[in-house]
Nanobody
Framework: VQFVESGGGLVQPGGSLRLSCVASGFTFSSYTMSWYRQAPGKAREWVAVVSSASVVTDYPDSVKGRFTISRDNAKNTVYLQMNSLKPEDTALYYC???????????WGQGTQVTVSS
C-alpha cells in the first residue's frame, strides 16, 4: 500500500490550497478515506473523511466550512480543498484509508502546508 500526497506549500492567511493523494495497493473504491494532519509537537488529528461512494463527508469543527474533501475512484485519488487558511492550519498533511476511527495502513510522506504572512 502506498499513499503519495502533494499540493502543499506556503500560503498567506486567508489563502487556498488543494491537496491530492494518490493511493495504490488496495481496492481504493471500497474504503472510506480520510485526511489527517500533524503539527510540530502535536498529535496527528483527522481533518476530513469521505465514504467510499462519496455519500458521506464529515469534518471536525476546526475546519468545518473551510475544508472540502472529495474523491475520484477512477483515479484512486482523494482531494482536500482548503480555503480561508489560518496559521493554525500549518502542519504536515496525510491521507489514509480508515476503518471506524482508525487509519488502516502505514503513512505516506505527507505534504507540508505552511500558512504565514
Amino acid at each position: 500500500v502506498q499513499f503519495v500526497e502533494s499540493g502543499g506549500g506556503l500560503v498567506q492567511p486567508g489563502g487556498s490550497l488543494r491537496l491530492s493523494c494518490v493511493a495504490s495497493g488496495f481496492t481504493f473504491s471500497s474504503y472510506t478515506m480520510s485526511w489527517y494532519r500533524q503539527a510540530p509537537g502535536k498529535a496527528r488529528e483527522w481533518v476530513a473523511v469521505v465514504s467510499s461512494a462519496s455519500v458521506v463527508t464529515d469534518y471536525p469543527d476546526s475546519v468545518k466550512g473551510r475544508f472540502t474533501i472529495s474523491r475520484d475512484n477512477a483515479k484512486n485519488t482523494v482531494y482536500l480543498q482548503m480555503n480561508s487558511l489560518k496559521p493554525e492550519d500549518t502542519a504536515l498533511y496525510y491521507c489514509n484509508a480508515r476503518a471506524g476511527l482508525s487509519p488502516l495502513y502505514n503513512w505516506g510522506q505527507g505534504t507540508q502546508v505552511t500558512v504565514s504572512s
